[in-house]
């Protein structure tokens, strides 16, 4: 089939190569000219694993093409994917639509024959039916430009294969015919076996911002844990373990840190409560507001830990900062707890030399008052605390023994729960994590470097 992706941010560019790589032909298309040519050169303009080879394939293969054009588009398409971001509205909790609108705008008056346009962007219910209505009004085709929502349920990190291995797709329709079309552009996957749920548009709005909300939830609840498990002297990584073996609860997503962030959690969650409130059933999520200022307070209370670890004053203190990406295997710094916490440390004098495997750059672009190096003993020397910030596996890599040789008092907090405690305690280091006891301290330690129980990493 003839698809255009419109908009070749994270979720677009990687939605355009994967769809080439199962066969079809793709036009991305997006008003950033250096990212169409990086593009076009087969060059991603983000970190993402396996993106490249995929990009790489289907640029080399002729399949996969990149214009700046919308007019290019609407002559090429008989599928028009919607890949645009839906920011948080400035000044209001709700989803910033200006870029969905600005991609129907601008492709309508060129839609000269019968197309289906798809979004994927996560918008609030209702958007499909008021595009319907402009799209009739605006395109020359009228009522034979089709509307659809198939939301996408990309983890950074994982989304090429969360693409082409999805474990769901799920059809927004408002007939037959969009139907038989997603039908037969997702067809390899289909053939898999993987559930293919065809439903009204509405719905399938609501499945991405529920689902996203859900997994929201249950991250805040072990991380409200995990406080009441300080205070009660427990381990939050044992009372995970337990509640995973339910099956009503399951593992994923029920371990305690330092909360989410990203593009996606944070802002989704907050425009789901906006549109809640419009349609006059905001009651019905209001438990939601709790969940994120739990999410936000594991950040304030990390900076809490920190600065007792040093003896109550951040300033003049070196701090070692591994990691600024909202998660591993991602460049991804928007909403990152990481640069939070490091941001809050810098403000209170701390001196802050952060590292981080891909993120160093955007990072820099964000924060640029930090210090920025390249490697773990670089960012460790002389740090008067280390601070494990995200659980790339490369810091789990790390040996504690040689480390300790670089820093000037070797404290770590691990505001992950990633770390092997034990390996890093037989090395000298004091060790505090969030949500886990803290035995008293030992005669020979400082008492302003509390010690914190010996489990397994498995669990974090």
Same mark, same amino acid.
């Given at each position: 089939?003839?698809?255009t992706v419109?908009?070749? =941010? ?8 994967c769809?080439?790589d ?7 298309v997006?008003i ?5 040519a990086?593009?076009?050169e087969g060059r991603?303009?983000?970190? +993402?694993?396996g993106?490249q080879?995929t990009?790489t394939?289907?640029?080399?293969s002729g399949r996969?093409?990149?214009? !700046?054009s919308?007019?290019?588009a609407?002559e $090429? ?10 920011p948080q509205? +400035? *000044?209001?909790? @709700?989803a ?5 609108? @600005?991609v129907v705008?601008?492709l309508?008056?060129h839609?000269r024959?019968?197309?289906l346009i798809? =979004? ?13 209505v402009r799209?009739?009004?605006l395109a020359p085709? *009228?009522a034979d430009v089709e509307?659809?929502w198939?939301p996408e ?10 693409t082409l &291995?999805?474990?769901?797709i799920?059809?927004g329709?408002?007939?037959s015919?969009a139907?038989?079309?997603? &039908?037969e552009?997702?067809?390899?996957m289909?053939?898999?076996g993987?559930?293919?749920i065809? !439903?009204d ?6 499945v991405k911002?529920?689902a996203?909300s859900f997994?929201a939830?249950?991250?805040? $609840?072990?991380n ?5 498990c ?7 990584t !044992?009372l995970?373990? /337990?509640?995973?073996?339910?099956t009503?609860? =399951?593992?994923?997503?029920?371990s305690?840190g330092?909360?989410?962030?990203? *593009?996606?959690?944070p ?6 409560m /906006? ?5 006059g059933?905001?009651d ?9 200022e ?18 109550g004053d951040?300033?003049?203190?070196r701090?070692?900062?591994?990691? @600024?990406?909202f998660k591993?295997n991602s460049?991804?710094v928007r909403?990152s707890?990481a640069?939070?916490v490091a ?15 891909e993120g160093i750059?955007?990072?820099r ?5 930090? +210090?920025?190096?390249?490697d773990v003993?670089?960012t460790c ?5 280390v601070?494990?910030l995200t659980?790339w596996?490369e ?6 023994a040689?480390? @300790? /040789?670089?820093?000037s ?8 729960n990633a770390?092997?405690?034990?390996l ?7 060790v505090r994590?969030?949500g &886990?006891?803290?035995?008293p ?5 400082q008492a302003t /470097?509390?010690?914190t ?5 498995d669990?974090?």
């Amino acid at each position: 089939m003839r698809l255009t992706v419109i908009g070749t =941010g994270y979720l677009g560019a990687v939605h355009a190569a994967c769809m080439a790589d199962i066969g079809h032909e793709v036009l991305g298309v997006d008003i950033d000219a250096h990212r169409i040519a990086m593009l076009s050169e087969g060059r991603t303009p983000f970190y +993402e694993p396996g993106l490249q080879e995929t990009l790489t394939r289907g640029v080399d293969s002729g399949r996969l093409r990149f214009t !700046t054009s919308l007019r290019e588009a609407a002559e $090429f398409g008989d599928v028009h994917f919607v890949c645009v971001g839906t920011p948080q509205k +400035e *000044g209001s909790q @709700a989803a910033d639509l200006r870029y969905v609108d @600005a991609v129907v705008e601008g492709l309508a008056p060129h839609l000269r024959r019968r197309c289906l346009i798809v =979004g994927k962007s996560t918008v609030p219910a209702g958007t499909t039916a008021q595009l319907e209505v402009r799209l009739d009004t605006l395109a020359p085709m *009228g009522a034979d430009v089709e509307v659809a929502w198939n939301p996408e349920f990309l983890r950074e990190g994982h989304a090429v294969e969360d693409t082409l &291995r999805p474990d769901r797709i799920v059809a927004g329709v408002s007939s037959s015919r969009a139907d038989s079309v997603l &039908r037969e552009v997702y067809a390899p996957m289909l053939r898999d076996g993987v559930p293919f749920i065809s !439903t009204d548009p509405a719905t399938a709005e609501l499945v991405k911002v529920a689902a996203n909300s859900f997994l929201a939830t249950k991250i805040s $609840f072990i991380n409200a844990m995990a406080e009441v498990c300080e205070a009660a002297g427990a381990d939050v990584t !044992t009372l995970s373990e /337990a509640l995973g073996h339910d099956t009503r609860i =399951g593992r994923p997503f029920l371990s305690a840190g330092l909360g989410f962030g990203g *593009g996606c959690l944070p802002k989704d969650i907050r425009a789901f409560m /906006a549109r809640a409130g419009e349609l006059g059933v905001g009651d019905s999520v209001a438990f939601l507001r709790q969940v994120d200022e739990i999410n936000g307070r594991q950040r304030s209370r990390t900076v809490d830990i920190a600065r007792s670890m040093v003896g109550g004053d951040l300033a003049g203190r070196r701090i070692a900062v591994l990691g @600024a990406t909202f998660k591993p295997n991602s460049d991804d710094v928007r909403d990152s707890p990481a640069l939070s916490v490091a941001a809050a440390v810098h403000r209170e004098g701390g001196i802050v030399r952060l590292y981080d495997p891909e993120g160093i750059e955007n990072a820099r672009s964000v924060l640029p008052q930090l +210090e920025y190096v390249h490697d773990v003993a670089k960012t460790c020397e002389d740090a008067d605390l280390v601070l494990h910030l995200t659980e790339w596996s490369e810091f789990r890599r790390i040996d504690p023994a040689v480390l @300790a /040789a670089s820093v000037s008092v070797p404290r770590i907090l691990d505001a992950r729960n990633a770390l092997d405690a034990t390996l890093w305690r037989s090395a000298g280091w004091t060790v505090r994590a969030l949500g &886990r006891p803290t035995p008293p301290a030992l005669p020979n330690q400082q008492a302003t /470097a509390p010690v914190t129980a010996v489990y397994s990493s498995d669990l974090g």
